[in-house]
């Protein structure tokens, strides 16, 4: 079956630090793969996304690549502002139903 | 345009009610889904709608949870009877069909059953 496995968090850095917050995933198929994002009090944003192996998606910043060959989609930004902080799922799709399978989030928090 | 509408937004309610969450989707979008967050097993698909029919259910916990898309515009997940165990946020989503992976998310409802 589809599954995705997230760093554990919480993750916090001080303003304009670099980001990573690992992703990887095991799935039937060639998944997409995308990045949502979760803001205090709302419900999820699509961030990012990659259809397949190789592809960059970019958003706001933040930019993830689609790795096959480790099964990663780790999401990196190299300056975090305290606007950033939120929580962030890793999720693919895969098959036909092309339902999204969610990693369990990552917290963050930027300090000023 | 509006997102994805949820209601209510907070529900406090005593162990044994009748519990109703409501959603509008946004107008165009034939694809429904209702999530479930808790910190413990974090986001859950619980069941989604293609076009008002149910296609998947297998997450919906169990016979005390219903939900139905009775049009277009309009879906609820009710639970009868609640349990302290279904305090949660639950979430709905909608999406253009075919596009099920670009999914636009409510504000969710904060549930919390005494």
């Known amino acids: 079956g589809n599954s995705v496995t997230q760093m554990e968090g919480p993750v916090t850095l001080s303003e304009e630090a670099f980001l990573t917050i690992n992703c990887t995933y095991t799935?039937?198929?060639?998944?997409?793969l995308f990045w949502y994002v979760q803001y205090p009090g709302e419900g999820l944003q699509l961030l990012l996304k990659?259809?397949?192996?190789?592809d960059k998606g970019s958003n706001k910043g933040f930019e993830a690549t689609y790795r096959k060959e480790t099964t990663s989609f780790h999401l990196e930004k190299g300056s975090v502002q305290v606007s950033d902080s939120a929580v962030y799922f890793c999720a693919l799709s895969s098959g036909s139903a092309r339902q999204l399978t969610f990693g369990s989030g990552t917290q963050l928090t930027v300090l000023p | 345009d509006a997102g994805v509408i949820q209601s209510p937004r907070h529900e406090v309610t005593e162990m044994g009610q009748e519990v109703t969450l409501r959603c509008k989707p946004i107008s165009g979008h034939n694809s429904l889904f209702w999530y479930r967050q808790t910190m413990m097993r974090g986001l859950e698909l619980l069941i989604y709608f293609n076009n008002n029919v149910p296609i998947d259910d297998s997450g919906m916990p169990e016979d005390r949870f219903s939900a139905k898309m009775p049009n277009a515009s309009f879906s609820t997940l009710k639970i009868q009877p609640s349990e302290p165990r279904d305090s949660a946020v639950y979430f709905c989503a909608s999406s253009l069909a075919g596009h099920q992976e670009t999914q636009y998310f409510g504000p969710g409802t904060r549930l919390l059953v005494l």
């Open positions: 799935a039937t198929g060639y998944p997409s």
């Open positions: 990659a259809t397949k192996a190789d």
